[in-house]
């Protein structure tokens, strides 16, 4: 099955600097890439995503940016501020054996703190 | 509320007691699945229904029991549960054919 490893686990920045989080995956045909955000006593919530057929995307502060060959991903965050403090997860997604559903593997999480 | 729902927020059982969590989600999905969250360990996916049929199971202990009667709802049911089973339960769901997940707000649960 699909192994996802994620670095660092914590990670300190000060306000306004960028934070660069990093996943790898063990699965080639994994094809799906989300990154969720889960603050402090919340549900997870999809930040951003890629699929396999493009190399990065980019909504506003964040980007993400993928690279098959080597089987990893990375979250990148500019600008960041205090209310981006919050623990994400990076995630790989394979088709469920047992029908049109996609089954998602989760890294164990990066703890982001920002420093205002 | 909207979106996905979770019953109750929090649980303190004991190791003898049956007790059950339910899901529900408002969002026309078909699938939904359960997750353990325990600290610093990733996400653990625990079943995964696809139109009422389990699909899923990752090697999950007896103890736990999911139910699915209608794509909108799902339950897990508890039984002689461990102290090591203390963790947030979080469901979520998902339409046919698509990526991404929509969770809810978890159950804590505390096993005593």
């Known amino acids: 099955g699909e192994n996802v490893e994620q670095h660092p686990s914590t990670l300190s920045v000060q306000e306004g600097d960028s934070a660069v989080i990093k996943c790898t995956y063990s699965?080639?045909?994994?094809?799906?890439f989300p990154w969720y955000k889960q603050e402090l006593g919340k549900r997870p919530q999809l930040i951003i995503d890629?699929?396999?057929?493009?190399g990065e995307k980019k909504d506003q502060r964040i980007a993400v940016t993928l690279n098959k060959t080597a089987k990893h991903f990375s979250l990148h965050i500019t600008e960041t501020q205090p209310e981006d403090s919050a623990v994400y997860f990076c995630a790989a997604s394979d088709r469920n054996s047992g029908g049109s559903n996609y089954k998602l593997t989760f890294g164990k999480g990066t703890l982001l703190t920002v420093n205002p | 509320e909207t979106g996905v729902t979770q019953t109750p927020r929090h649980l303190v059982m004991g190791m003898t007691n049956k007790k059950s969590l339910k899901c529900e989600q408002h969002l026309g999905h078909n699938a939904m699945y359960w997750y353990k969250q325990s600290a610093k360990k990733p996400l653990e996916l625990m079943f995964v229904?696809?139109?009422?049929?389990?699909?899923e199971n990752n090697s999950v202990p007896s103890r736990f029991s999911p139910e699915c009667p209608n794509s909108s709802h799902l339950f897990l049911h508890l039984h002689t549960l461990q102290p090591e089973d203390s963790a947030l339960y979080l469901c979520?769901?998902?339409?046919?054919?698509?990526?991404?997940?929509?969770f809810g707000p978890g159950t804590r649960l505390t096993v005593t």
């Open positions: 699965d080639s045909a994994s094809n799906y």
């Open positions: 979520a769901s998902s339409q046919e054919r698509s990526y991404e997940q929509y």
């Open positions: 890629i699929r396999s057929n493009v």
């Open positions: 229904y696809n139109f009422k049929e389990q699909t």
